[in-house]
């Protein structure tokens, strides 16, 4: 396993998990002249990778947009919003909908050959995977879930390395997939911008503890405090 | 805005971004004697709200299970997983379908206080959240695409202050909503257990960039290479 980043792209150290969850903002305006750097975009695609997934099926592909033509072309499918544009990496986060259908074998294998399962439990895990999976109600629901946990990773990542991110909903799905070949199988579950911010972006606030929390049943209020 | 964490609740210093992802695991066992302290769960659902969501409108809601009555009542509704009765912390992740009908203008109002609105964006913005959030066509989805974000970020969070983590696909979303008393304009998106884990879990792999990343367009392999 490739070794753990512990430096920005500016030299400084990597930021703490909370720093860089306090930190990051969804960046409205990028700095078309700063290129991420390719080192760093492996790494915050590699931590994006490290996120769960049910039965480890890891349903998230990254369709990664660089060149200007691209991000012209995805600009048109995002309502023409400038930083798709001006951000250097913009990343099309798609969740496919059924990797048990052609990765299962591979996950199980390499899970052995690192000593996570015993050949024993091969057989057991390929047929309960399988089964689950087979009857999972909404594929894309499925797919979608995981997938934003790699979303969400990789931009806590970006942030620790010194990279700003902007991730979008707003880009219409079917201008999406045909402009970029992503076949049925697949949903476009979000957009992430990554480069380097033009503007400092205040924080927009969030709801606290008390707003958001229940306590053993929905409705129930929050007793425990709002950590200072 | 509380101050942000910085000591894991060994005391060490809390882990960079990139070990907490790296070193996270599903835990499969939890020490049912190691309780989780009031103030670190604190921390950690307050950092979960930091995440992104759309228009900020912050979908989730964390119906947080504590006692040994409601974690034997989630776990008959979670295929009687071990984990789910062992550890002292089991969160039950909800997305809520709607918040713009309820929330919008209590967003607005805290994003104006905070300066990231100027007055006179408030109604462009009103307008815009509502026009657009009447039309997804699938609320469930959308609050599930948010909601999942804040549960990453909940686990990488509890890694960096020295939490073990383990999220859960495997119950009957009915059970729970009936047991705990959801509506059915939320969704159980996940469960998220927290607390020490009761044993080493090997690390299950993952696969490399050339297999989940595609460069420019879908299929277009992966030419840059993989962080070391």
Chains 1, 2 share one sequence.
Not at 74 to 86: D, G, H, S, T
Not at 131 to 138: A, F, H, L
Not at 200 to 226: D, I, N, S, Y
Request: charged share 25%; hydrophobic share 40%; with cysteine.
């Amino acid at each position: 396993m490739p070794t753990i980043p512990d430096r920005r792209v500016d030299g400084g150290p990597a930021l703490s998990a909370p720093e860089a969850i306090a930190h990051r903002r969804a960046t409205r305006r990028f700095d078309p002249a700063r290129p991420v750097p390719d080192g760093a975009l492996e790494q915050v695609l590699h931590l994006a990778t490290l996120a769960p997934s049910g039965f480890n099926l890891q349903p998230w592909r990254f369709l990664v947009v660089r060149t200007d033509r691209n991000r012209q072309k995805l600009y048109e499918c995002a309502f023409r919003q400038p930083k798709v544009a001006e951000a250097p990496v913009v990343v099309i986060v798609l969740g496919y909908h059924h990797p048990h259908r052609s990765h299962l074998d591979a996950m199980i294998e390499q899970q052995k050959t690192l000593g996570a399962i015993p050949e024993s439990g091969v057989a057991e895990l390929r047929a309960r995977a399988t089964r689950t999976m087979e009857r999972v109600p909404d594929p894309a629901l499925w797919a979608t879930r995981s997938t934003m946990l790699a979303a969400a990773t990789l931009m806590v990542a970006a942030e620790s390395l010194g990279l700003a991110s902007a991730p979008m909903e707003g880009f219409e799905p079917e201008k999406v997939k045909e402009a970029f070949g992503v076949p049925n199988d697949h949903s476009v579950c979000c957009l992430i911008a990554l480069g380097f911010a033009a503007e400092e972006k205040p924080f927009p606030g969030r709801f606290g503890l008390a707003e958001v929390c229940f306590e053993e049943h929905f409705g129930q209020p929050w007793t425990l405090g709002e950590s200072e």
